[in-house]
């Protein structure tokens, strides 16, 4: 079950991702699995309980999927809408076709492009450390992250509480010096 602050956060990247691959609402939403009126619910959060968990499931599989939404039908053909679903006019039906079409021949030539380019083997970066220092960094960044136990944080309280003491009898002297 989403939290309100996690419906703000998916919701939000829907949008960021519907405005900037400069898409309508209809045909985003489409792509994700979500009709032109759910998608209206996500705009205002009085709605969000009409738009069901399932949708909302929906939405943040696509989130989390790391595709845009264009990419996202290609990688999960289950979640789009079939045209007649989302569009009831024969020109939006068409424009649909369309655009599933070319969804389909990008994913085609991509494949393609897949076979013709040989694989590449990406090496690491060869980097060259002194002796003992990448073990004295490690030590550094053990004792950073190791807590203290009780007993060693009251040892180390007493002790500045033992300095703090011995400075303000170093001041008192100092007052009485320069008062007398």
């Known amino acids: 079950m989403m939290n309100d602050i996690a419906k703000k956060a998916t919701a939000d990247r829907f949008f960021k991702a519907f405005e900037k691959e400069n898409l309508s609402r209809g045909l985003a939403g489409s792509y994700i ?4 009126p759910q998608v209206s619910y996500l705009f205002n959060e009085k709605y969000w309980g009409r738009l069901g968990q399932l949708y909302w499931d929906k939405l943040l599989a696509w989130a989390n999927s790391g595709y ?3 990419e996202y039908p290609r990688h999960h053909p289950e979640a789009a809408l079939q045209p007649k679903t989302v569009f009831r006019d024969p020109v939006a ?3 649909w076709q369309q655009s599933v079409d070319n969804v389909a021949k ?3 030539s991509d494949t393609e492009k897949e076979k013709i ?3 590449t083997v990406k090496s690491e970066p060869i980097i060259k450390i002194k002796p003992g220092v990448l073990e004295k ?3 550094e960044l053990a004792v950073k992250e190791r807590r203290a136990s009780r007993g060693e944080m009251v040892d180390m309280l007493i002790e500045e509480k033992e ?3 011995a400075k303000i009898d170093a001041i008192d002297v100092l007052l009485k010096h320069y008062i007398s």
């Open 33 to 36: 699995g979500l009709t032109p």
């Open 68 to 70: 845009s939404l264009r």
């Open 93 to 95: 039906d068409a424009l």
């Open 106 to 108: 990008e994913a085609k």
């Open 117 to 119: 380019v040989p694989e």
């Open 137 to 139: 960094r490690k030590e």
């Open 163 to 165: 300095s703090l003491r």
